[in-house]
């Protein structure tokens, strides 16, 4: 299985960026829990948001209101959409897939398959 995300690059502050992660050998994909995390340069990586195959979608109080997470079945791929960015939000960003089909939490440990990041730098 590959979880392959794009989208990321340098943009200024109040902008926006869509964050695609395209996922590749599973046969059942739209079952599994997936999420986002990011990790910020000196910091501990953060779960951001996750989705359920019901499309429940759950999101960290530092994400809610300006982070979305929505994905298409068809095409096998996460997104992630961030308004209005400020100079906290550069980060590297992952997706992940859960070990199950459940969204237990946005603890990393609980999820066992991880993209390669995508870097998002916010520039004022």
């Known amino acids: 299985v590959e979880l392959v995300e794009s989208g990321g690059g340098s943009v200024q502050a109040g902008g926006s960026v869509r964050l695609s992660c395209a996922a590749s050998?599973?046969?059942?994909?739209?079952?599994?829990?997936m999420a986002w995390f990011r990790e910020a340069p000196g910091k501990e990586r953060e779960g951001v948001a996750s989705?359920?195959?019901?499309?429940?979608?759950r999101y960290a109080d530092s994400a809610k209101g300006r982070f979305r997470i929505s994905r298409d079945t068809a095409k096998n791929t996460l997104y992630l959409e961030i308004d209005a960015l400020n100079l906290e939000d550069t980060a590297m960003y992952y997706c992940?897939?859960?070990?199950?089909?459940?969204?237990?939490?946005?603890?990393?440990?609980?999820?066992?398959?991880w993209g390669q990041g995508t870097q998002v730098t916010v520039s004022s």
């Open positions: 989705i359920d195959r019901y499309s429940t979608t």
């Open positions: 992940a897939a859960a070990r199950n089909y459940v969204c237990f939490s946005l603890d990393s440990s609980d999820y066992v398959n």
């Open positions: 050998g599973y046969t059942y994909w739209h079952y599994y829990c």
